[in-house]
């Protein structure tokens, strides 16, 4: 082989290594945590981070207390992710009152308002992005989902939870 060939090969082996043990060692999230929509006990009880959808198919978390009070008993941390998580729902520039039924339905489930934000397919304007850091939250982006092994619920994400798993 050529050595340049070589050179470059090393390189992204390495880089993929590097990643490897980042992805190994951070936290461990799930997307799309909602009462209607089945999620494998397993990776819910892998993960570290829950990111839940205030209002999924018209149903409001807040309107299962049983499912509130099992999701606090896990003691793990809570973002929201998205408001009624339509594609690519923060993709157009909404308002707060439209953010603030999300923050509503999450608050009366849990008692206490989202810190930290992650948008349906990772979408977000850019004015949807002031209103987010507007309202204190952290907004989670690809980066986060690049250096996390992130699960989903309906294991529909990009890589299934078993390849998640591995790498
Ligand atoms: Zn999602």
Redesign the pocket.
């Known amino acids: 082989m050529h050595n340049k060939n070589k050179i470059i090969i090393s390189i992204i082996i390495f880089i993929i290594l590097i990643f490897f043990f980042i992805r190994i060692s951070s936290p461990k999230e799930i997307?799309?945590v909602h009462p209607e929509i089945l999620c494998s006990e397993k990776y819910i009880e892998k993960s570290d981070v829950l990111?839940v959808?205030p209002i999924f198919n018209n149903t409001p978390i807040s309107s299962n207390k049983k499912w509130c009070n099992d999701i606090l008993s896990l003691n793990k941390s809570i973002g929201m992710?998205?408001v009624y998580?339509n594609f690519e729902e923060f993709n157009t520039d909404i308002n707060q009152e439209y953010l603030n039924q999300g923050i509503m339905i999450f608050e009366r489930c849990f008692g206490f308002k989202p810190e930290k934000f992650k948008s349906?397919?990772l979408k977000i304007s850019k004015q949807n992005k002031k209103l987010i850091k507007e309202n204190k939250m952290e907004l989670k982006e690809r980066v986060n989902q690049v250096i996390h092994k992130v699960y989903?619920c309906n294991d529909d994400g990009l890589f299934k939870n078993q390849i998640i798993d591995f790498f």
């Open positions: 997307d799309d990111w959808i992710h998205g998580h349906p397919q989903h």
